[in-house]
């Protein structure tokens, strides 16, 4: 697994030391930094990482958390058919739906969040950072 999506949830816990998730999202982002993997964030989550980050302290520093995002992983397009295989799809939640269709369409290999059962649907890997960590040492 050479290219993985990695959803915002993951990405939050990074950004805000979020106990008890930090470590795990912190060695996943490590590797990602230092080439041993490729990480992709779909352009969607850049907006709703940044809204929530607004939220708890201000804009310019939420800015600053996005760029220091960005200048370690690659953005993963929305395509327009992305968006029509999501409407199309059975999935219950949109945001998780069109997250599969932009790993999909941009080559990821599995897609890393916290929440897996909301990826009952997905046609890929759908592992936490700690399984994900695992699979690649062991």
Request: proline share 1%; hydrophobic share 40%; aromatic share 8%.
């Amino acid at each position: 697994m050479k290219k993985i999506l990695i959803d915002s949830d993951v990405c939050l816990d990074l950004i805000t030391a979020r106990y008890p998730f930090f470590q795990e999202a912190n060695r996943l982002f490590s590797l990602v930094e230092n080439g041993n993997c490729e990480g992709v964030v779909s352009a969607d989550s850049f907006s709703n990482i940044y809204y929530i980050l607004r939220k708890f302290s201000n804009s310019s520093k939420a800015r600053e958390q996005i760029k220091n995002l960005r200048k370690i992983t690659n953005v993963g397009e929305i395509r327009t058919s992305s968006i029509d295989s999501t409407l199309a799809s059975e999935w219950n939640d949109f945001e998780d739906a069109l997250q599969h269709a932009c790993a999909l369409e941009n080559g990821c290999d599995a897609i890393i969040s916290r929440n897996k059962q909301d990826y009952k649907k997905a046609e890929l890997p759908v592992l936490t950072a700690m399984e994900f960590l695992q699979k690649i040492s062991g």
